[in-house]
């Protein structure tokens, strides 16, 4: 018996909402074929995609991690499964890969199990990988590369997941440079202490870009792009970040900023035309610096 899942990558953060806001893209994506075996334990055959550089042991890897956890919730370790994963979209990238890898994988072994979980359930198991990847078992990207489209993290503890609509016309660039940021350094520089003022106006964009998004209101939606607690710190990661952000907003755009740890940025565009515009012209500000980039646009 055996399945083939794909999972897709996401943007987490969304400019102001650190840890709180992700939403999932059509493509790139990780697939996962998992096929169970007779014997108990998890096998990974073969890692493609991702140039040799994934750890094939089971506790090391997300998406072995993710199923571990999940056999062990539901009390079937007797089960074991072989894996192979493909790998479609560059690592530490801001695009969620660890995250596409763990969730696809968890999804994979509940659909051979016979579903005992629904889809919202299998979260926990697909943090438990986020957590081996980057220290810490964020949900911004493995809750939307699960439910797909915008998802909240209203609380961690416990987990209070919500879905919204977002208006149809709405669309992300994605813009991916050829440089690396890992996410657990991108965590370890941040401040851990915020004044009130600066709190004050991160949750005024908070609830600005939630109501935009509900209302279908695009110039509060972009108002609301901004992030004046994350942004400034981990900007200085990302060799040509003010040019790139100029430049997609001169496109068009309603907002941009980094993709959940960086290096890539996202900008949010009202229109896939818009949102094309702003591929070639954040592609051409890091080209102006002699940086390679890869540009994807996507509904949400
Ligand atoms: N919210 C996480 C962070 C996402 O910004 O560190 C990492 O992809």
Redesign the pocket.
Known sequence: EQVRVYAPATV??VACG??IFGFAVDRPGDEVVLTKKDTPGIIISEITGDEGRLPLEVHKNTAGIAIQKYLEHIGRTDQGFTMALHKDMPLGS?L?SSAASAVAGVFAANELMGKPLSQKELLPFAMEGERVACGSA?A??VGPSLLGGFVIIRSYNPLDIIEIKVPEDLFATIVHPQVEVN?KD??SILEREIPLSKTIEQMGNVAGLTAGLLLSDYELISRSLEDVIIEPIRSILIPQFKEVKSAAMAAGALGCSIS??GPSLFALSRGLETAEKVAVAMTGAFKDAEIESEAYVSGI
Do not use: L
């Open positions: 987490a953060n650190f840890d801001g969620g964020h911004d990207n996410t991108a965590r959940g740890s």
